[in-house]
């Protein structure tokens, strides 16, 4: 299936799930996942509307930015590398995977002008899955505060992939939760306002409970012709 017919699909289940959450459709970012498809598929999906892309891979990133440049907004949401910082940095507006100081410390190393940085937190306290405890996040973001190019713009989580929705909404509200407690602390580098959570699976119930970004791959550029 072309990406447009996707796109229009995802774009109904996003206005359903605004409408039952009260919600504005153009309040959510939609990120198309690209890392296990094709220049050509990523260069259609922006052809279709979309502006923002996500990579998980610095090489993945680099192979599609030289092909499509400044086009779209580039979303970096694999876990980083402290090493492979360099390699990005010129490249993104967002990073998705922050999670220890040593990554923060070489980010503002390496940058030439603020990145917007997402925490994130392993809400579901899987083995599997990288991210800070929710009780460490606030410590960590009160860390960050001398590190002049970086602004703390959200959190983000991976939810279990599971088809239970009560566990999914469970770990989509704490995260809403934990980020109004952060916003309470009215920081100037870390507004966090944003929200990345929800992918192809569980993107409807994501919005439903506050995602501000959802980051949708196989149901959006999979399935290549």
């Known amino acids: 299936m072309k990406v447009a017919a996707k796109l229009e699909l995802i774009r109904q289940q996003i206005n359903q799930a605004c409408q039952i959450a009260n919600r504005k459709p153009d309040e959510i970012t939609l990120i198309a996942v690209t890392k296990y498809v094709s220049i050509e598929r990523a260069y259609e999906?922006?052809?279709?509307?979309?502006?923002?892309?996500?990579?998980?891979?610095?090489?993945?990133?680099?192979?599609?930015?030289?092909?499509?440049?400044?086009?779209?907004?580039?979303?970096?949401?694999?876990?980083?590398?402290?090493?492979?910082?360099?390699?990005?940095?010129?490249?993104?507006?967002?990073?998705?995977?922050?999670?220890?100081?040593?990554?923060?410390?070489?980010?503002?190393?390496?940058?030439?002008?603020?990145?917007?940085?997402?925490?994130?937190?392993?809400?579901?306290?899987?083995?599997?899955?990288?991210?800070?405890?929710?009780?460490?996040?606030?410590?960590?973001?009160?860390?960050?505060?001398?590190?002049e190019n970086i602004s703390v713009e959200g959190l983000m989580t991976m939810a279990p992939f599971i088809d239970d929705e009560q566990v999914l909404r469970d770990c989509f509200r704490k995260l809403n939760k934990l980020r109004g407690q952060v916003q309470a602390l009215n920081l100037d580098f870390a507004p966090c306002t944003e929200l990345s959570m929800g992918m192809s699976n569980d993107f409807s119930i994501a919005i439903e409970e506050g995602a501000t970004m959802i980051r949708v791959g196989t149901a959006l550029v999979g399935e290549e012709e």
């Open 45 to 147: 999906a922006l052809e279709a509307g979309i502006k923002d892309l996500g990579e998980n891979r610095d090489e993945g990133l680099l192979n599609k930015w030289e092909a499509l440049g400044d086009k779209p907004v580039w979303h970096y949401i694999g876990t980083l590398q402290s090493r492979k910082v360099k390699n990005i940095i010129d490249i993104v507006e967002y990073i998705h995977s922050l999670d220890r100081l040593s990554l923060a410390k070489e980010i503002n190393k390496r940058a030439s002008r603020k990145i917007k940085c997402l925490v994130q937190v392993n809400v579901s306290a899987e083995e599997s899955k990288h991210g800070l405890a929710p009780e460490d996040v606030i410590p960590f973001i009160e860390a960050l505060h001398p590190f």
